[in-house]
């Protein structure tokens, strides 16, 4: 298993979109949320603003400050934004023109503006227009973008090919991902990247010592490669060293480290194939975390497996489990988001839960207690 140093020990991330209204306190009208990972979580308003909370130490929060907050902040000078996406120390948004701004750490140009000078407010990345999708991983400091034409543009880190062009430079702008043409959708891991293109196929590249990539095979590639034996994919989400696939039958397939469960197929045996999770049908949509993952079901009940300690399965434990088990007393869940050790439910009312690691308030319950079930994360309709 490869360690990740300094403030790139992180985990995972996954982005997902909804749509919502309602009134109360703090918060309102909010459309998307994002987990990034160091414990800080981003959330999209209808009005097109960005909002942040959790751990700020390189200016994730993006508010001009780089003190932490346990409530949530407005992320500075933006105002037409349409996705967000969070990673581990950095974060990005989608703006409605197709460009894309990203703010916090910049170690190895994961900001992609030319520079690798931190930034605690958003700043444009470099020579990226008409993007409809954002990715931003969460062990090694890289990023992904998905332009309309369906091509794959990549910055940042790049020792182990994580930005798929062929080569081990890193890179401070945006450069393309080889081969991959026809993408309608990206996901970006610890240290490796999925891209799904519009036959249904799975393409992967980056860092395969646990056979993260899925193709048989556990060398690392600085190309995309094919995953072996998946067709009919309809989504997909990259863990720390783990990925998932949601199948057009209402299935997920996984593959890759395993070593806590995380594959879900009842066993805790790592494989650089795709194994079925056990057990699950009606799927519509799913997320991976560090080492957990989620799956929400056609009836909006959430199950999750994998990794235990915070209680990020939320059913209530602090076990691991290898199979899904079902988070407690959840029920009218819209979209699921997981990041590092907490997981997220947004419901068809507007509220939105939380559950897992809490070390940075990043559960957004005014405490820095984890949960083991979920809780309301408080005035956020």
Request: proline share 2%; hydrophobic share 35%.
């Given at each position: 298993m490869k360690r990740i140093l300094g403030p790139g020990l992180v985990t995972c991330l996954a982005v997902i979109l909804a749509s919502c209204s309602s009134g109360g306190g703090g918060l309102t009208n909010?459309?998307?949320?994002?987990?990034?990972?160091?414990?800080?979580?981003?959330?999209?308003?209808?009005?097109?603003?960005?909002?942040?909370?959790g751990d700020n130490t390189y200016g994730a929060l993006g508010d001009g400050t780089n003190v932490n907050s346990s409530v949530p902040v407005q992320v500075s000078g933006l105002g037409s934004v349409t996705a967000v996406a969070g990673g581990g120390f950095h974060a990005l948004a989608?703006?409605?023109?197709?460009?894309?701004?990203?703010?916090?750490?910049?170690?190895?140009g994961q900001l992609g503006d030319g520079t690798t000078t931190d930034s605690n407010v958003p700043v444009q990345v470099?020579?990226?227009?008409?993007?409809?999708?954002?990715?931003?991983?969460?062990?090694?400091?890289?990023?992904l973008a998905l332009k309309s034409d369906g091509t794959v543009w990549a910055w940042g880190y790049n020792a182990d090919g994580e930005l798929g062009n062929g080569t081990n430079t890193s890179s401070n702008v945006p450069v393309q991902v080889s081969t991959v043409t026809n993408v309608t959708a990206i996901s970006a891991g610890g240290s490796h990247?999925?891209?799904?293109?519009?036959?249904g196929s799975v393409w992967a590249w980056g860092y395969n010592t646990e056979g993260q990539l899925g193709d048989g095979t556990n060398t690392s590639t600085n190309t995309p490669v094919q995953i072996s034996g998946l067709t009919g994919i309809t989504a997909?989400?990259?863990?720390?060293i783990h990925s998932l696939a949601l199948k057009s039958d209402g299935t997920v397939s996984a593959w890759g480290d395993n070593t806590s469960g995380q594959l879900g197929d009842g066993n805790t045996t790592s494989t650089n194939t795709?194994?079925?999770?056990?057990?699950?049908?009606?799927?519509?949509?799913?997320?991976?975390?560090?080492?957990?993952?989620?799956?929400?079901k056609s009836d909006s009940s959430v199950w999750a497996w994998g990794y235990n300690s915070d209680g990020e399965l939320g059913n209530g434990s602090t076990s691991d489990s290898s199979i899904p088990v079902q988070v407690s007393s959840l029920i009218g869940v819209t979209t699921i988001a997981a990041g590092g050790d907490t997981s997220l439910a947004l419901k068809g009312d507007g509220s939105l839960w939380a559950w897992g690691g809490n070390a940075d308030g990043e559960l957004g319950d005014g405490t820095t207690t984890n949960r083991s079930s979920p809780e309301q994360v408080t005035g956020l309709h």
């Amino acid at each position: 298993m490869k360690r990740i140093l300094g403030p790139g020990l992180v985990t995972c991330l996954a982005v997902i979109l909804a749509s919502c209204s309602s009134g109360g306190g703090g918060l309102t009208n909010v459309a998307s949320i994002a987990v990034g990972d160091v414990q800080h979580v981003l959330v999209l308003k209808q009005d097109g603003t960005a909002w942040a909370w959790g751990d700020n130490t390189y200016g994730a929060l993006g508010d001009g400050t780089n003190v932490n907050s346990s409530v949530p902040v407005q992320v500075s000078g933006l105002g037409s934004v349409t996705a967000v996406a969070g990673g581990g120390f950095h974060a990005l948004a989608l703006n409605s023109v197709g460009t894309v701004s990203a703010w916090g750490y910049n170690s190895n140009g994961q900001l992609g503006d030319g520079t690798t000078t931190d930034s605690n407010v958003p700043v444009q990345v470099s020579n990226l227009t008409n993007v409809t999708a954002i990715a931003a991983a969460n062990g090694d400091p890289f990023a992904l973008a998905l332009k309309s034409d369906g091509t794959v543009w990549a910055w940042g880190y790049n020792a182990d090919g994580e930005l798929g062009n062929g080569t081990n430079t890193s890179s401070n702008v945006p450069v393309q991902v080889s081969t991959v043409t026809n993408v309608t959708a990206i996901s970006a891991g610890g240290s490796h990247s999925l891209a799904l293109e519009s036959d249904g196929s799975v393409w992967a590249w980056g860092y395969n010592t646990e056979g993260q990539l899925g193709d048989g095979t556990n060398t690392s590639t600085n190309t995309p490669v094919q995953i072996s034996g998946l067709t009919g994919i309809t989504a997909i989400a990259a863990g720390l060293i783990h990925s998932l696939a949601l199948k057009s039958d209402g299935t997920v397939s996984a593959w890759g480290d395993n070593t806590s469960g995380q594959l879900g197929d009842g066993n805790t045996t790592s494989t650089n194939t795709p194994v079925q999770v056990s057990g699950l049908t009606a799927v519509t949509a799913i997320a991976a975390g560090d080492t957990h993952s989620l799956a929400l079901k056609s009836d909006s009940s959430v199950w999750a497996w994998g990794y235990n300690s915070d209680g990020e399965l939320g059913n209530g434990s602090t076990s691991d489990s290898s199979i899904p088990v079902q988070v407690s007393s959840l029920i009218g869940v819209t979209t699921i988001a997981a990041g590092g050790d907490t997981s997220l439910a947004l419901k068809g009312d507007g509220s939105l839960w939380a559950w897992g690691g809490n070390a940075d308030g990043e559960l957004g319950d005014g405490t820095t207690t984890n949960r083991s079930s979920p809780e309301q994360v408080t005035g956020l309709h």
